[in-house]
């Protein structure tokens, strides 16, 4: 399978904890970006990559969230002292560009407990 | 800021019926207009996309998409549904250059056959 790839499918984490989520992008897309879907809406913008430059973050992202993409290959969102409220579906994506539209992984499910 | 509205939440039809599904953006300048579609338990797939030129875009599984600039509309349609239709759909847009895409909340559409 030559698309996106994100580990895990499922966390459960106690709250106070912090967690770690891996995204694989599409091998020859520039571009990656996180979002964050809740139930009964659509994905949110969380922060975008272009190679290896964080090149814009959301509101949404707090002092918590954290997100890196070494080498331009793939990236990692941590998430520290998780929050209830951080429970979600966490979606990575790339793109070879804003018109062409982005290409989305399966997500990683983030429960808080 | 830009804004995505999907005033349908929920549509039922019966296989055949022709679909019509809403979407209406708030964007200052030139936009990027995106579909995706999730069907249950998997990932979001893009259906179609307009950037420019013709504003009526054809996508995949006989689905096509109308982009009326004048009502900032993007709506989604398919003459004949059938049962394998039934998903949520997203309706996104970017600006030109922008790489954020923003999200409708989504329609959920249930074929019965």
């Known amino acids: 399978d030559t698309g996106v790839s994100q580990d895990p499918r499922h966390k459960i984490t106690k709250r106070g904890q912090n967690v770690t989520f891996r995204c694989d992008p599409i091998?020859?897309?520039?571009?990656l970006y996180w979002y964050r879907q809740t139930l009964g809406q659509g994905p949110e913008f969380l922060t975008y990559f272009q190679n290896e430059a964080q090149l814009e973050k959301s509101r949404l992202l707090s002092d918590r969230f954290s997100a890196e993409r070494p080498k331009g290959s793939f990236s990692t969102l941590e998430i520290q002292r998780t929050e209830q409220g951080d429970s979600a579906m966490y979606l990575c994506?790339?793109?070879?560009?804003?018109?062409?539209?982005?290409?989305f992984g399966q997500g990683t499910r983030l429960t808080v407990v | 800021a830009q804004s995505v509205s999907q005033h349908n939440h929920h549509v039922i039809l019966s296989e055949a019926a022709s679909l019509e599904l809403g979407c209406n953006y708030s964007y200052g300048g030139t936009v990027n207009l995106f579909w995706y579609v999730q069907y249950p338990g998997q990932h979001l797939q893009l259906l179609l996309k307009y950037f420019s030129g013709d504003p009526l875009v054809k996508g995949i599984k006989g689905f096509e998409a109308e982009f009326i600039k004048s009502k900032f509309s993007f709506n989604l349609r398919k003459p004949s549904v059938q049962w394998s239709d039934t998903a949520e759909y997203f309706c996104?847009?970017?600006?030109?250059?922008?790489?954020?895409?923003?999200f409708g909340t989504g329609t959920r559409l249930t074929i019965i056959p």
């Open positions: 091998s020859e897309h520039n571009r």
């Open positions: 996104a847009v970017n600006g030109f250059g922008n790489e954020k895409l923003t």
């Open positions: 994506a790339s793109s070879l560009g804003s018109r062409f539209g982005a290409f």
